[in-house]
């Protein structure tokens, strides 16, 4: 519960009507105590925090000036949503957010009216809210359509997908450009240069309307004054894009001057047709450490707020650690091998790379479907590209993926991250589905490492093929394994007899691999680590049939059409009756929680595997079967 003392403003606000009672005067005080708030919250409990204090004052004057929720108030990624969550509802469930059964770390529709539009991934703002504005414009309703897109968010083809058509069919609607140069790395692309080149404009557009009130509003030397303007424009600022676009643009303004801010946003609020208003703030805003460390800042666990966020000691190497070494050790051996981003240098390990290699290092910005078809053209051409992606991100490309990939069989590697399952972040940034959609491929090679030496040569092996292939790694570290420094490549579709049992045969791929053995032990099971999802090591398989009664497949990826299921199919085409269980991910989206608690919520922890097999095979474990019977 808040501090009605600390927080004595902030305390009496429970939704934004409360907020529009104020006045004008009030709301720095309110942005103050909410800035503060924020600290406090996230400091206690962990989350996104630089980018909510770079949108205070943004986040008051939007729902101080508009009807939020009959308004409508689309955020894009929701890295920054925070202080909106705050002011609508949720004040006192802040320090819950990503934790199981708490809030969302971003908008979400059955969270709250207010969020009026889901998210997770970036550059859909202007899109969802030139829908919406579409929509309530056909049925006449008058509601106002804002939609709040980061400068990085904003590099993404979407939003300039979004920004065409919107300009053509010409809704009354608002975009809110929050140009901060950040998105979790530093900015990158001529679009960032282009909003640089605009903040050094500022001077002239002040004087520019400081010419402008001077003149009478009509008079002769006011219309010659707007036509030389206009001409102007083009030569001086490059605010001419969006107006091409069909956007009326405004800016920029400082956003953290919330006079300013009220007396933009009241202006544009009344004009007809889309409008564009480019607002300047800083990520980080108000909290010295947050302002100098942005990258660091932009996500944290709990700190200390008066000491800022503690050195981590050294731990065990995570795998996207493994992939960074193993990219600057191939990049040692080959001149070929590029590395490609989509805006994450740092969460896919390529901060190393960047800078021990930077003629062969591109991050191309928030732009997935680009990076993908980047490195089939330099494929093309000899190169033997990288792809550094997160699970969730590579669905964005997925087109690229077969269509200027795959079907070509060119010789791109995707170094996948964050699959399976995930934790805090949701269901919007899960890997869930990877082993599916990738497994379905022609020409693809597809695998996934039980440890981290099996990851390193698993990327070697990747390179070294001639042809597209995958290697999909989770968040986090592994079982602990000394990482063998060799670049050393393994058999193509051959897996590893990790014991030999009796009566039930556990194939497991990736990381649920060591559950797996635990509970092979205990059961006398055979345990194979599968490792390649495709080809499969199917003249394993088909010695295993000779000997076993039944199999158990295990996954962190969704059941339908995973690897699993490949292990079924291949079955059937054999001929082949024997029972299979199927372990994996549910078919529902999974909330946010912390990753041990998603595995043991869908069974593919150690104690759900031995409950799944006890339950399916309780006759071929005649040892189990009283303790099963007694429980039920």
């Known amino acids: 519960m808040i501090d009605s003392e600390r927080y004595p403003r902030l305390s009496q606000l429970e939704s934004p009507a409360d907020l529009r009672r104020l006045g004008d005067a009030d709301l720095p005080t309110v942005a103050q105590e909410l800035r503060d708030y924020l600290v406090e919250s996230v400091a206690s409990s962990g989350g996104h925090f630089g980018a909510g204090l770079g949108v205070i004052e943004l986040t008051v004057a939007l729902h101080y000036l508009f009807d939020t929720p009959r308004d409508r108030l689309v955020w894009d990624v929701g890295h920054q949503c925070y202080p909106h969550k705050i002011l609508t509802g949720?004040?006192?469930?802040i320090t819950t957010v990503?934790?199981?059964?708490?809030?969302?770390?971003?908008?979400?529709?059955?969270?709250?009216?207010?969020?009026?539009?889901?998210?997770?991934?970036?550059?859909?703002?202007?899109?969802?809210?030139?829908?919406?504005?579409?929509?309530?414009?056909?049925?006449?309703?008058?509601?106002?359509?804002?939609?709040?897109?980061?400068?990085?968010?904003?590099?993404?083809?979407?939003?300039?997908?979004?920004?065409?058509?919107?300009?053509?069919?010409e809704p009354d609607m608002l975009v809110v450009l929050n140009d901060n140069g950040m998105s979790i790395s530093e900015n990158v692309g001529a679009m960032s240069k282009m909003l640089?080149?605009?903040?050094?404009?500022?001077?002239?557009?002040?004087?520019?309307?400081?010419?402008?009130?001077?003149?009478?509003r009509g008079s002769f030397v006011w219309r010659f004054f707007r036509r030389w303007e206009e001409h102007a424009?083009?030569?001086?600022?490059?605010?001419?894009?969006?107006?091409?676009?069909?956007?009326?643009?405004?800016?920029?303004?400082?956003?953290?001057?919330?006079?300013?801010?009220?007396?933009?946003?009241?202006?544009?609020?009344?004009?007809?047709?889309?409008?564009?208003?480019?607002?300047v703030t800083t990520k980080g805003k108000g909290y010295a450490p947050a302002e100098s460390e942005q990258i660091e800042y932009h996500a944290v666990g709990p700190f200390d707020p008066v000491k800022g966020l503690a050195k981590k000691a050294p731990g065990k190497p995570t795998y996207t650690d493994i992939f960074s070494d193993?990219?600057?050790?191939?990049?040692?051996t080959d001149a070929r091998l590029y590395g490609i981003t989509p805006a994450m240098r740092e969460g896919s390990g390529l901060v190393r790379f960047s800078q021990e290699y930077p003629q062969r290092y591109f991050d191309v910005a928030i732009a997935e479907q680009h990076a993908v078809t980047l490195a089939a053209g330099m494929a093309c051409e000899g190169a033997k590209p990288v792809v550094a992606i997160y699970s969730t991100f590579l669905q964005r490309a997925y087109d690229q993926l077969i269509h200027d990939v795959a079907i070509q069989n060119l010789d791109v590697t995707?170094?996948?991250?964050?699959?399976?399952?995930?934790?805090?972040?949701?269901?919007?940034?899960?890997?869930?589905?990877?082993?599916s959609y990738l497994r379905c491929i022609p020409n693809m090679l597809v695998m996934a490492p039980s440890d981290e030496t099996e990851c390193r040569q698993m990327l070697t092996t990747g390179f070294r093929h001639a042809g597209p292939a995958a290697v999909r790694y989770p968040r986090g570290s592994g079982?602990?394994?000394?990482?063998?420094?060799?670049?050393?490549?393994?058999?193509?579709?051959?897996?590893?007899?990790?014991?030999?049992?009796?009566?039930?045969?556990?194939?497991?791929?990736?990381?649920?691999?060591?559950?797996a053995e635990a509970v092979a032990r205990e059961l006398d099971a055979t345990l194979v680590n599968m490792r390649f999802v495709k080809p499969l090591d199917e003249e394993l398989l088909r010695q295993l049939v000779r000997t076993h009664e039944a199999f158990v497949t295990v996954e962190d990826n969704a059941v339908m059409g995973g690897a699993g299921s490949a292990v079924a199919e291949f079955f059937a085409a054999e001929g082949v009756s024997k029972p299979v269980l199927l372990l994996g991910l549910?078919?529902?989206?999974?909330?946010?929680?912390?990753?041990?608690?998603?595995?043991?919520?869908?069974?593919?922890?150690?104690?759900?595997?031995?409950?799944?097999?006890?339950?399916?095979?309780?006759?071929?474990?005649?040892?189990?079967?009283?303790?099963?019977?007694?429980?039920?």
């Open 196 to 216: 640089a080149r605009l903040l050094s404009s500022r001077r002239l557009n002040q004087l520019r309307d400081r010419a402008k009130r001077a003149m009478p």
């Open 414 to 435: 995707f170094a996948i991250d964050r699959a399976g399952v995930v934790g805090p972040d949701g269901a919007t940034h899960a890997g869930s589905f990877d082993l």
């Open 233 to 279: 424009k083009g030569m001086f600022v490059p605010s001419t894009l969006f107006e091409e676009l069909g956007f009326h643009y405004t800016g920029p303004i400082d956003g953290h001057d919330l006079p300013a801010l009220l007396h933009a946003l009241r202006t544009v609020k009344e004009l007809k047709g889309p409008q564009l208003l480019h607002v």
């Open 479 to 515: 079982p602990g394994h000394a990482v063998d420094k060799e670049l050393t490549e393994l058999p193509i579709g051959k897996a590893e007899l990790r014991r030999e049992g009796r009566g039930i045969a556990i194939l497991a791929f990736g990381s649920p691999v060591a559950a």
């Open 90 to 93: 949720r004040r006192d469930r």
């Open 326 to 332: 193993w990219l600057c050790d191939m990049a040692a």
């Open 586 to 632: 549910p078919d529902l989206f999974l909330d946010h929680a912390s990753r041990e608690d998603l595995l043991a919520q869908s069974g593919i922890d150690a104690d759900g595997i031995r409950r799944g097999i006890r339950q399916r095979f309780a006759a071929l474990l005649p040892a189990m079967a009283a303790p099963l019977r007694s429980a039920g």
């Open 98 to 169: 990503k934790k199981k059964d708490g809030l969302a770390p971003f908008p979400r529709r059955e969270e709250s009216e207010y969020d009026t539009f889901g998210v997770g991934h970036s550059s859909t703002s202007i899109s969802a809210a030139l829908g919406m504005a579409i929509a309530a414009q056909r049925k006449g309703d008058g509601r106002k359509v804002v939609a709040v897109i980061g400068d990085g968010a904003a590099t993404a083809g979407m939003a300039f997908e979004a920004l065409n058509h919107g300009g053509d069919v």
